[in-house]
């Protein structure tokens, strides 16, 4: 765990139910770290988890799964969903938080972790394009992701990066996915629901315009459909 000066940080998450320091147990089964079977959505690089905290608050009917490598900024995460829950007068908490490497998820998700939907937002864009493999929307994580997210299922991405959203749109082609919704200015669009992230607010202080996609992963994998549609 990489908890440097940050004393407080190891406290919170060794006290915190729903954070899971062995990302490799569930092996498969992540459902089983909720309280509840139904439906799982997946935030990738979660940051302090302003995002997921409100996200998680107020849809109760979601179980949502939340990754970053960076175990300092889960504990901030653990405060700001308790916040928010206690604002919402929740007491239960459907959210798992856990760390590792977004790279190499397919050692900590599984086939049957069936995801319907994935977040990325504002992940770091590796400018140069030697490290292009490393940002979390090109093609061979996209192609990772597959294998956990169903088909139909949905991936929502936003980006302060010009560059990293257009060059996302060709990786979705490759990979497989069809663009259902696109604004290269969110918060001037006419999409209804979003919730704002921490480096979302810090952009749009500074009057950079926010690029969000939604997009819907077409590839089918009949075996997977058919055992879906079983557990429905
Ligand atoms: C720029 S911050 C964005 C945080 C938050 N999503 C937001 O919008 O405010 C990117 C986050 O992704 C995490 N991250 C970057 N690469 C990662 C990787 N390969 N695996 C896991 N987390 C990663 C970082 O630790 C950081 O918290």
């Known amino acids: 765990m990489r908890m440097r000066n940050k004393p407080w940080a190891k406290p919170v998450l060794d006290e915190c139910p729903y954070f899971y320091d062995d990302p490799f147990r569930p092996n498969g089964a992540w459902q089983n770290c909720f309280a509840k079977r139904q439906p799982m959505h997946l935030e990738l ?3 302090k988890g302003t995002f997921i905290a409100r996200l998680a608050a107020e849809h ?7 990754i970053d490598m960076k175990s300092v900024v889960l504990a901030s995460a653990v405060k700001n969903i308790e916040q928010v829950f206690q604002e919402h007068g929740r ?7 856990t760390a590792y490497d977004i790279e190499r ?3 900590i998700m599984k086939e049957e972790d069936i995801v319907e939907r994935i977040y990325i937002n504002f992940c770091n864009p590796w400018p140069k394009s030697s490290y292009h493999k490393k940002r979390l929307t090109h093609t061979r994580q996209l192609q990772k992701y597959q294998t956990f997210l169903r088909p ?4 929502h991405f936003k980006t302060d990066d010009d560059a990293l959203f257009e060059d996302t ?5 490759e990979a497989g996915f069809e663009v259902k919704y696109l ?3 969110l918060h001037r669009s006419d999409y209804p629901s979003n919730i704002d992230t921490e480096h979302e607010v810090r952009f749009c202080e500074e009057g950079i315009p926010i690029k969000f996609l939604i997009a819907e992963n077409l590839r089918v994998r009949t075996l997977d459909e058919i055992e879906w549609k079983k557990r429905d």
């Open 105 to 107: 998820i397919l050692n």
């Open 60 to 66: 109760p009917e979601i179980n949502y799964l939340a």
């Open 152 to 155: 139909g299922g949905e991936l």
């Open 45 to 47: 690089g979660c940051g």
């Open 183 to 185: 604004t290269r200015d």
């Open 169 to 173: 749109l060709g990786y979705l082609k």
């Open 91 to 97: 007491s239960d908490r459907n959210v798992v938080l």
